[in-house]
């Protein structure tokens, strides 16, 4: 049935996406006259090229902004529901509150176009509000579509066609971004907005889930790592609570601050279990979590065939789409000092760790992270 629904997502996602690539060819009919005619005068090879890719052009434009209203709705929503401003990123863009200012610096996540991180009011009687932060987004693109709607209706009264189809583009483009992460799907290796909402208010435990990870975010950002925080918030959920996408979060938190204390083989037992298991756990946490297996398995008894196994195709796919990723890269160095015995190699992973370092939002990632690749490099002077 999880498959299945998975499917329906990506179903309903790609076929909001054609709905815009017509949009697209609609917009560039009305380019097509013009471009023969500039032809017939002995136009330039570049006007011609411009005016023939400049429908591409306002649609990346218009995916741009859209991307950006997207992430100011979860902000404007959030702050009138009693939030704190956290961290604000479009693209690997990104500004993050620490020490009481707001700080430029560079972060990505495989599977998504920007992020609103929040720190969350104070539980009141086991609630907090949660519905107008995580749909925030998507209302804020719908309210543009209308808008959008709006001046095209104003641009063909006025006979402006040109204007008015591109404003056609952007409310089309708006109601596809509300569509898409308003309605619950499971997109690939994340969760959008629609279901975030749906899974947090299934319980009172996903509820407090929710609540956690935002407290763990203000935490990180605040420079305090996951071995420092409080234990209580680490407990890892019941075997029935971990089917819940939310709850399942926690699980996950769980096992990396086992990391972080550096307790490798409870680590590595309890994402054994969890992998093994039918959970809500996102891909890209899964394929995460292979990669810390893999670290245990290099600082423990090194089986190459269990570390071939757990380097499948997902865990590759997604070490490669988020490869400037702390976690990431410590794995890679471990695996090229430890189970390659490649120095020189091992040697350029460190210094892209440095390099990416400089402008990484969250310096106690980085310093957990630094710990671990030192633990490598004991166990390759042991060796």
Not at 169 to 188: E, K, Q, S, T
Not at 246 to 274: I, Y
Not at 340 to 360: V, W
């Amino acid at each position: 049935m999880k498959k299945m629904k998975e499917k329906i997502g990506i179903f309903l996602a790609i076929a909001l996406a054609c709905i815009f690539g017509a949009g697209i060819g609609w917009l560039m009919a009305d380019y097509a006259d013009y471009n023969a005619e500039i032809n017939r005068t002995g136009a330039s090879v570049g006007e011609t090229l411009f005016q023939a890719a400049k429908p591409l052009i306002i649609a990346y434009v218009w995916i741009g902004v859209q991307t950006i209203i997207h992430e100011a709705g979860h902000l404007v929503f959030g702050l009138l529901t009693g939030y704190h401003f956290s961290s604000f990123r479009i693209g690997s863009f990104m500004w993050v509150k620490r020490e009481g200012r707001i700080r430029f610096a560079r972060y990505s996540l495989a599977g998504t176009g920007g992020q609103c991180l929040l720190a969350p009011p104070d539980m009141q009687d086991g609630r907090f509000p949660y519905v107008l932060y995580h749909m925030g987004g998507s209302l804020m693109n719908l309210l543009s579509a209308v808008l959008a709607g709006g001046i095209a209706a104003l641009c063909h009264s006025m006979g402006a066609e040109t204007a008015g189809k591109s404003f056609v583009i952007a409310a089309a483009i708006g109601a596809v971004y509300a569509l898409i992460n308003g309605i619950p799907m499971r997109l690939g290796t994340i969760d959008n907005d629609g279901y975030n909402a749906c899974a947090t208010g299934k319980n009172p435990g996903a509820l407090r889930a929710n609540w956690l990870q935002l407290k763990v975010n203000e935490q990180m950002t605040a420079g305090v790592r996951l071995k420092d925080m409080p234990e209580a918030w680490f407990a890892m959920p019941a075997d029935e609570e971990m089917k819940n996408g939310m709850t399942a979060v926690v699980g996950v938190f769980a096992c990396n601050r086992l990391m972080d204390e550096k307790r490798f083989a409870e680590a590595d037992r309890e994402m054994e279990r969890l992998l093994s298991m039918d959970t809500g756990i996102v891909g890209l946490h899964r394929s995460l979590m292979k990669g810390d297996r893999i670290f245990c398995e290099l600082l423990g008894e090194g089986r190459k065939e269990r570390i071939d196994k757990l380097r499948d195709k997902e865990q590759r796919k997604v070490a490669k789409a988020m490869k400037k990723f702390p976690a990431v890269l410590r794995t890679e160095y471990a695996y090229a000092l430890l189970e390659e015995k490649d120095g020189e190699k091992a040697g350029k992973i460190r210094e892209e760790f440095e390099k990416m370092a400089e402008k990484y939002p969250y310096p106690c990632d980085i310093e957990a992270e630094r710990e671990l690749m030192e633990t490598a490099d004991s166990c390759s002077r042991e060796g």
